[in-house]
């Protein structure tokens, strides 16, 4: 493949991820409309779930983001019964934040919602583009995180 083509598919999938995102999104965004729970807030669980108990700092950091405003994700969550604050044994003035058992119960309702609501849409995608598809933005994933470290 020529260097220009692959540029030109490189330059439509920057065009594309944006609008994918968007639309993901949205879809999340009313699936959770009931829940009063917002995309981001949902991400943060999910990271809560793969990481385990972390500091707001900690998990700041693993999005990269700003740490007051997952203070507010963490804070708004709390306040919904979502996730558990619990005193740092190493640092006094931080919390350890984790998912609370109401928490881990809506990641699998919504979960559960998700898969009926994405089984129209996924039928048209073969197991093997979704795939291939996976680990193409996973390796662009890394190459770009490659590039800006």
């Given at each position: 493949?020529?260097?220009?083509?692959?540029?030109?598919?490189?330059?439509?999938?920057?065009?594309?991820?944006?609008?994918?995102?968007?639309?993901?999104?949205?879809?999340?965004?009313?699936?959770?409309?009931?829940?009063?729970?917002?995309?981001?807030?949902?991400?943060?669980m999910?990271?809560?779930?793969?990481?385990?108990?972390?500091?707001?700092?900690?998990l700041?950091?693993?999005?990269?983001?700003?740490?007051?405003?997952?203070?507010?994700?963490?804070?708004?969550?709390?306040?919904?019964?979502?996730?558990?604050?619990?005193?740092?044994?190493?640092?006094?003035?931080?919390?350890?934040?984790?998912?609370?058992?109401?928490?881990?119960?809506?990641?699998a309702?919504?979960?559960?919602?998700?898969?009926?609501?994405?089984?129209?849409?996924?039928?048209?995608?073969?197991?093997?583009?979704?795939?291939?598809?996976?680990?193409?933005?996973?390796?662009?994933?890394?190459?770009?995180?490659?590039?800006?470290?």
């Amino acid at each position: 493949m020529s260097r220009q083509t692959k540029q030109g598919q490189f330059a439509e999938i920057v065009r594309l991820v944006p609008k994918l995102y968007f639309k993901l999104n949205a879809l999340t965004s009313e699936m959770l409309k009931q829940s009063g729970v917002s995309p981001g807030q949902r991400a943060l669980m999910e990271d809560l779930e793969v990481l385990g108990p972390q500091t707001v700092g900690a998990l700041a950091r693993a999005r990269p983001v700003a740490k007051q405003y997952v203070q507010k994700l963490v804070s708004d969550l709390s306040a919904l019964g979502l996730v558990r604050l619990r005193a740092n044994p190493e640092d006094r003035r931080s919390k350890i934040v984790s998912l609370s058992k109401r928490g881990d119960k809506a990641l699998a309702e919504w979960r559960q919602s998700e898969r009926q609501l994405s089984e129209g849409f996924l039928a048209q995608i073969s197991a093997r583009d979704a795939a291939v598809t996976r680990a193409l933005l996973g390796k662009l994933h890394a190459a770009l995180k490659e590039a800006l470290d």
